[in-house]
């Protein structure tokens, strides 16, 4: 099977968001990997020869940090969110499209500001030369990497909150 095969029947994304959402989820399983892998290592160190791999937490806060927020715009998009539809039942199919708009305009504007906000914190972090405790890496830069992942994810939400209203027929389809 070719790539390009592959692609097709695993992504169901059309045109760039396709791309997008490979390269997230491959941004985020090769963090995985690395996490999986640097734990093994971490594990045989520390039973077997006593010295387990120097600054294993803090890789591993980063490398979760990473994989997270890959995977968040990704999941948005799809819409594998958790939805509570307990009123749905007893409202008009207008109404829940208003809630649907209302919904997806308060997370976009939550999600921009929370990356604005990170960004903030990222900007002050690097000007102030803050380093993780044991390995001396620059916190600054993982932080703007969460801040955009913040924004990309709020993107994400506006185009398949109006996508959904726009393309629904029923009530269902609406959330």
Known sequence: MSFRTWMRSQYEEKGPMKWLAFFFELLASVALFGLMAMTCFDVIGRYFFNSPVRGGTELTEMGLAIVVFAA???VTWRGGQIVVDLIDPYLNVRVLRLLSVLGTVIMTASLFYLG????DIAER???RGIVTDFLAIPTGYLIQYIAVMSWVTA???ATYGLYRVCTSKDAGDAS
């Open 72 to 74: 968040l715009p990704v």
């Open 116 to 119: 604005n906000r990170i960004f």
């Open 125 to 127: 972090a690097l000007r």
């Open 155 to 157: 993107v994400g939400v």
